[in-house]
Nanobody, 116 residues
Framework: QVRLVESGGGLVQPGGSLRLSCTSSQAHFDVWTMGWYRQAPGKEREEVARMTSNLRTTVYADSVKGRFTITRDNAKNTVSLQLDNLKPEDTAVYYC?????????WGPGTQVTVSS
């Protein structure tokens, strides 16, 4: 079974930054559009960013546009998400997966908490 591993989360003050990473030893990210998702307590999981396999196209949710940046390195089979100017409403567990269809089982995610 393909296992996705997210890392880089933590506790940060409003206005702070974090960099999340996602990798897998079994998946072949270069085949798919890859995305980052998040799930806040009591809410449904939502997609926040995606990037095509050829790195040419990125799409962001309106709530994170201008603050989050998705990148990927197909050679290293990694997808990253730079989170800047974080807000308390960004608090959630963040996950990666293919997009818009999730072809992989969900990994454990990484917790991002924005609080003063």
């Amino acid at each position: 079974q393909v296992r996705l591993v997210e890392s880089g989360g933590g506790l940060v003050q409003p206005g702070g930054s974090l960099r999340l990473s996602c990798t897998s030893s079994q998946a072949h990210f270069d085949v798919w559009t890859m995305g980052w998702y998040r799930q806040a307590p009591g809410k449904e999981r939502e997609e926040v960013a995606r990037m095509t396999s050829n790195l040419r196209t990125t799409v962001y949710a309106d709530s994170v546009k201008g603050r989050f940046t998705i990148t990927r390195d197909n050679a290293k089979n990694t997808v990253s998400l730079q989170l800047d100017n974080l807000k308390p409403e960004d608090t959630a567990v963040y996950y990666c997966n293919s997009a818009p269809t999730q072809y992989y089982s969900w990994g454990p995610g990484t917790q991002v908490t924005v609080s003063s």
